[in-house]
């Protein structure tokens, strides 16, 4: 019964995004029934988060049948970037992007182990620009989780991308009493330092001594693969 629970809470909350594609709603609304956040990482893994802004929502969620119904200009993704993160309630994971600010190009696809193939720009996104310049930008090809075990889903692995890409924000823990065990695998520059074997729980994603943040969501969308 409570995984029928979870796995109903699930599917709720995945047809919340599945509306911002066609809900003719105002901005306003969009952003605070869908993406409540955007979560800016740097290649230090340091964060930010800020507020959903219409230039970056507009690259998102463009659709010709939405309230985005302006097709953004084509941007070329060249020189650094930093990774972007779109969060919905309890923390659950929006398909990520990145952000180049020499060509204020967006890009957003579930796959980050490859240079994006679509980008855009619509407008000045000035929280994101501000958030920029704060941190470090990544160069070259990321580290991502390339596989997951005993399951996953694209939801899962961007959630787990991003607890990981904010080390600076884990500290030293116990294992949580109930935490769902999984084996990893990651590639990129910083393959070797991921850890290959993590649990998660209600309380955030363990691996060897460290707790890092996560939103609730995590814990539903784990139970869904387990």
Not at 40 to 49: A, C, L, P, Q, T
Not at 69 to 84: M, T
Not at 128 to 140: E, K, T
Not at 151 to 167: C, H, I, K, M, P
Request: glycine share 8%; with cysteine.
């Amino acid at each position: 019964m409570r995984r029928t629970y979870y796995r109903r809470r699930l599917m709720k909350l995945r047809a919340v995004f599945a509306s911002l594609v066609v809900a003719a709603v105002a901005p306003s609304d969009v952003a605070a029934k869908g993406v409540a956040a955007l979560v800016v990482v740097g290649s230090d893994e340091r964060s930010i988060k800020i507020e959903p802004e219409r230039p970056v929502l507009s690259v998102m969620l463009y659709h010709p049948a939405s309230v985005y119904d302006v097709k953004p200009a084509p941007a070329p993704p060249r020189g650094d970037y930093l990774k972007i993160y779109p969060l919905g309630p309890g923390g659950f994971p929006a398909i990520p992007g990145r952000f180049y600010p020499t060509t204020r190009a967006l890009c957003f696809s579930w796959n980050q182990a490859v240079v994006p193939s679509s980008c855009g720009r619509l407008g000045r996104p000035r929280r994101l620009l501000a958030a920029s310049r704060r941190l470090a930008a990544f160069h070259g090809h990321p580290t991502v989780l390339a596989t997951l075990r005993p399951g996953s889903t694209e939801n899962l692995v961007a959630a787990l991308q991003l607890a990981f890409d904010r080390y600076r924000e884990s500290r030293s823990a116990g294992r949580p009493a109930r935490c769902l065990a999984f084996v990893t695998g990651w590639v990129g520059a910083q393959a070797a330092q991921r850890l290959p074997h993590i649990c998660i729980s209600r309380r955030g994603v363990y691996a060897r001594g460290r707790l890092y943040p996560a939103g609730r969501a995590i814990w539903r969308l784990a139970l869904d693969v387990f």
